[in-house]
């Protein structure tokens, strides 16, 4: 007899739950998107333990009938796909008649239904995949799904939960998420009995966005639209000033259909090129609509990814929506950095990576036609001999000699003076510099701070008065996330309730400033991030504070033995050309530019 067999079911399902639920969040979202295929317009979600012990999810949505109760549960058992043709034109979210059985065969499952024509409902509890009981009852029509300790007969994979926070956090995530693309429905999150969030439908993206952000996000947000014949874009996207240290608020949805696409994420950077894009992700908010027969999503069980036919017109049309959008606005510089690679990131010191692009050419380009052209650029910094304060004497450099025979490369640019008591004027052999001295100044201050934070920290100190921060549930559950995060950074601070939480001790540095203000803006920066992407944000963020904070401001005079300090240091910190939020530092004018400008060539 050979050795070949077939599967039985129990182990083809939970093999396939291997791909279909990798932890609570997938269960969540296979739920969820059930609910949302059967018509529901309320979706209940509430988890306990992160999920863990037990994931709840009840819908008003059509139901299910007793022999469909039944059927849900065999494997590849679907309403919702009956000929091949259909693969193609996919408009549910589930297809497979996979998620049921999966998750079943992996937890205690129960689940009761009534459609609405019918006057009872049914109540199946499964166990590993075996029915143990199937009764009538009464209950409302929809459907309410209970699965209870998920993994329980697989210990290597309940081992890799993570802990309820971090799971618990990524199902907020989620279920703000599917509260976006679903704007008609009402989305309510409860964890161990508290509710996180209760969202009713609204009309628009942008209510949405102040029910889940409130009105800071708001501020920062503008609204993109573009279609042509079978290609539509519409959303919400943050102002090049606005940015998040992670994706996780990028929203992207395709035909309604959450999805994590390479494509269109690499549109979106494209459309930020040079605005400071690189470790600083803008907000995000994007809804593709496309025929079914131009995209396939049938490329990944989990079905976040999906492949468009003609992704080249996509990603095109995608990024010069945004893209246009953004260069419409008003920007506080004239010119705009182009730049080959991205900045790296500040506490990973990278001198020369940055410096040598600076030797590949010219560094800001001429951006739209509507802005300050080279020329008077170029008049304004030389119609500025009054404001100059005490000049280096600066060797001419008339027949075009080299100035700077000794380093050609690796010479710092020489100060020549100081404009307005703001910027400081420097050359090298090839360039004209203008540099914001405040935003310089930030950039070495920062980098030192990031160097002393990873040495260990800073001094703590204990405020006099205890501060306490309101924080929403929702934002609760990723401070409990971040919670010993903070601790390693010198906060002392816990829950007192579950809105509110108190910070007795802070780094030192920080003490005067609001430090409420700062533990919410940590919450929300470090949202759904792994623990390892938390702390670079948290180190990012209290260093770019406390550099902002401590650095010389604009209007005031400088030194050239200050001038020239600042910029030998700024060349050597880890990226000279973007302050610690992404704004550029300095301007340059090549040598070429400025003959191209004045006639000469
Ligand atoms: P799929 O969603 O891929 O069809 P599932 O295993 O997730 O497969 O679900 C199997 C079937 O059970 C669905 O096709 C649908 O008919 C039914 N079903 C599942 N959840 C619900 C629900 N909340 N309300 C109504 N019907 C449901
Ligand atoms: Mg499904």
Same mark, same amino acid.
């Given at each position: 007899?050979?050795?070949?067999?077939?599967?039985?079911?129990?182990?083809?399902?939970?093999?396939?739950?291997?791909?279909?639920?990798?932890?609570?969040?997938?269960?969540?979202?296979?739920?969820?998107?059930?609910?949302?295929?059967? $018509?529901?317009?309320?979706? %209940?979600?509430?988890?306990?333990?992160?999920?863990?012990?037990? *994931?709840?999810?009840?819908?008003? $949505?059509?139901?299910?009938?007793?022999?469909?109760?039944?059927?849900?549960?065999?494997?590849?058992?679907?309403?919702?796909?009956?000929?091949?043709?259909?693969?193609?034109?996919?408009?549910?979210?589930?297809?497979? !008649?996979?998620?049921?059985?999966?998750?079943?065969?992996?937890?205690?499952?129960?689940?009761?239904?009534?459609?609405?024509?019918?006057?009872?409902?049914?109540?199946?509890?499964?166990?590993?995949?075996?029915?143990?009981?199937?009764?009538?009852?009464?209950?409302?029509?929809?459907?309410?799904?209970?699965?209870?300790?998920?993994?329980?007969?697989?210990?290597?994979?309940?081992?890799?939960?993570?802990?309820?926070?971090?799971?618990?956090?990524?199902?907020?995530?989620?279920?703000?998420?599917?509260?976006?693309?679903?704007?008609?429905?009402?989305?309510?999150?409860?964890?161990?009995?508290?509710?996180?969030?209760?969202?009713?439908?609204?009309?628009?993206?942008? #209510?949405?966005?102040?029910?889940?952000?409130?009105?800071?996000?708001?501020?920062?947000?503008?609204?993109?639209?573009?279609?042509?014949?079978?290609?539509?874009?519409?959303?919400?996207?943050?102002?090049?000033?606005?940015?998040?240290?992670?994706?996780?608020?990028?929203?992207?949805?395709?035909?309604?259909?959450?999805?994590?696409?390479?494509?269109?994420?690499?549109?979106?950077?494209?459309?930020? %090129?040079?605005?400071?894009?690189?470790?600083?992700?803008?907000?995000?908010?994007?809804?593709?609509?496309?025929?079914?027969?131009?995209?396939?999503?049938?490329?990944?069980?989990?079905?976040?990814?999906?492949?468009?036919?003609?992704?080249?017109?996509?990603?095109?049309?995608?990024?010069?929506?945004?893209? +246009?959008?953004?260069?419409?606005?008003?920007?506080?510089?004239?010119?705009?950095?182009?730049?080959?690679?991205?900045?790296?990131?500040?506490?990973?010191? =990278?001198?020369?990576?940055?410096?040598?692009?600076?030797?590949?050419?010219?560094?800001?380009? #001429?951006?739209?036609?509507?802005?300050?052209?080279?020329?008077?650029?170029?008049?304004?910094?030389?119609?500025? +001999?009054?404001?100059?304060?005490?000049?280096?004497?600066?060797?001419?450099?008339?027949?075009?000699?080299?100035?700077?025979?000794?380093?050609?490369?690796?010479?710092?640019?020489?100060?020549?003076?100081?404009?307005?008591?703001?910027?400081?004027?420097?050359?090298?052999?090839?360039?004209?510099?203008?540099?914001?001295?405040?935003?310089?100044?930030?950039?070495?201050?920062?980098?030192?701070?990031?160097?002393?934070?990873? +040495?260990? !920290?800073?001094?703590?100190?204990?405020?006099?008065?205890?501060?306490?921060?309101?924080?929403?549930?929702? +934002?609760?559950?990723?401070?409990?996330?971040?919670?010993?995060?903070? #601790?390693?950074?010198?906060?002392?601070?816990?829950?007192?309730?579950?809105?509110?939480?108190?910070?007795?001790?802070?780094?030192?540095?920080?003490?005067?400033?609001?430090?409420?203000?700062? *533990?919410?803006?940590?919450?929300?920066?470090?949202?759904?991030?792994?623990?390892?992407?938390?702390?670079?944000?948290?180190?990012?963020?209290? =260093?770019?504070?406390?550099?902002?904070?401590?650095?010389?401001?604009?209007?005031?005079?400088?030194?050239?033995?200050?001038?020239?300090?600042?910029?030998?240091?700024?060349?050597?910190?880890?990226?000279?050309?973007?302050?610690?939020?992404?704004?550029?530092?300095?301007?340059?004018?090549?040598?070429?530019?400025?003959?191209?400008?004045?006639? %000469?060539?």
């Amino acid at each position: 007899m050979g050795n070949i067999r077939v599967l039985p079911d129990h182990l083809a399902n939970q093999i396939a739950a291997g791909e279909v639920v990798e932890r609570p969040v997938s269960a969540v979202k296979e739920l969820l998107e059930n609910s949302l295929d059967a $018509g529901a317009s309320e979706i %209940r979600v509430q988890v306990e333990a992160g999920g863990k012990r037990r *994931i709840l999810i009840q819908d008003n $949505g059509r139901g299910m009938d007793h022999d469909d109760c039944l059927m849900a549960f065999e494997r590849h058992a679907t309403s919702k796909l009956t000929r091949a043709e259909d693969l193609f034109s996919i408009k549910t979210l589930g297809f497979r !008649g996979e998620a049921l059985p999966s998750i079943a065969s992996v937890s205690r499952l129960s689940l009761e239904s009534r459609t609405l024509d019918s006057e009872v409902g049914v109540r199946i509890e499964l166990k590993g995949n075996k029915i143990l009981k199937v009764s009538e009852i009464a209950c409302p029509p929809g459907t309410q799904i209970t699965v209870d300790g998920l993994f329980f007969n697989i210990p290597a994979r309940r081992k890799f939960l993570r802990k309820t926070e971090t799971e618990l956090s990524w199902i907020v995530n989620l279920v703000m998420q599917y509260s976006f693309a679903h704007l008609d429905k009402r989305f309510m999150l409860q964890h161990d009995q508290k509710t996180l969030f209760d969202v009713p439908a609204v009309k628009n993206v942008k #209510e949405r966005i102040y029910q889940h952000f409130g009105r800071d996000m708001m501020q920062h947000m503008l609204e993109v639209e573009a279609s042509r014949d079978w290609l539509t874009v519409r959303g919400l996207v943050s102002t090049p000033n606005y940015f998040k240290t992670s994706r996780t608020h990028q929203y992207l949805f395709v035909n309604g259909r959450l999805v994590r696409d390479k494509v269109l994420t690499h549109a979106i950077s494209d459309a930020y %090129r040079g605005f400071g894009e690189g470790k600083y992700f803008p907000v995000v908010f994007l809804f593709v609509e496309v025929p079914s027969t131009e995209v396939d999503v049938n490329v990944h069980p989990a079905k976040t990814e999906v492949k468009f036919i003609q992704s080249n017109i996509v990603h095109d049309f995608v990024r010069d929506a945004i893209r +246009q959008k953004l260069v419409s606005q008003p920007l506080t510089t004239d010119y705009r950095f182009r730049q080959k690679t991205p900045p790296r990131p500040a506490y990973m010191p =990278a001198r020369q990576a940055a410096f040598d692009e600076r030797q590949s050419g010219p560094l800001f380009t #001429e951006s739209q036609p509507k802005t300050t052209p080279y020329s008077e650029f170029v008049a304004q910094v030389s119609a500025t +001999q009054g404001p100059v304060s005490e000049p280096l004497p600066v060797q001419a450099n008339g027949d075009g000699a080299p100035l700077f025979e000794s380093e050609p490369a690796l010479m710092h640019p020489q100060v020549i003076g100081q404009f307005r008591d703001s910027y400081i004027v420097a050359q090298d052999r090839d360039h004209l510099y203008l540099i914001d001295q405040h935003v310089a100044h930030e950039r070495i201050l920062y980098d030192q701070i990031v160097a002393g934070l990873e +040495q260990g !920290g800073f001094e703590q100190q204990r405020l006099l008065i205890p501060e306490t921060v309101e924080l929403t549930r929702a +934002q609760m559950v990723d401070f409990h996330a971040l919670q010993e995060t903070f #601790e390693r950074f010198g906060f002392d601070v816990g829950a007192l309730d579950d809105r509110t939480c108190v910070v007795q001790e802070v780094p030192a540095f920080l003490a005067a400033k609001k430090v409420g203000d700062l *533990i919410i803006e940590l919450v929300e920066k470090a949202r759904g991030q792994r623990e390892e992407t938390a702390v670079e944000t948290i180190i990012d963020l209290l =260093a770019a504070t406390r550099a902002c904070k401590a650095a010389v401001k604009i209007n005031m005079r400088l030194t050239s033995e200050k001038m020239q300090h600042f910029i030998d240091q700024l060349w050597q910190s880890s990226s000279p050309l973007f302050c610690p939020h992404g704004r550029p530092i300095a301007l340059t004018l090549s040598n070429d530019e400025i003959e191209r400008n004045f006639l %000469r060539k």
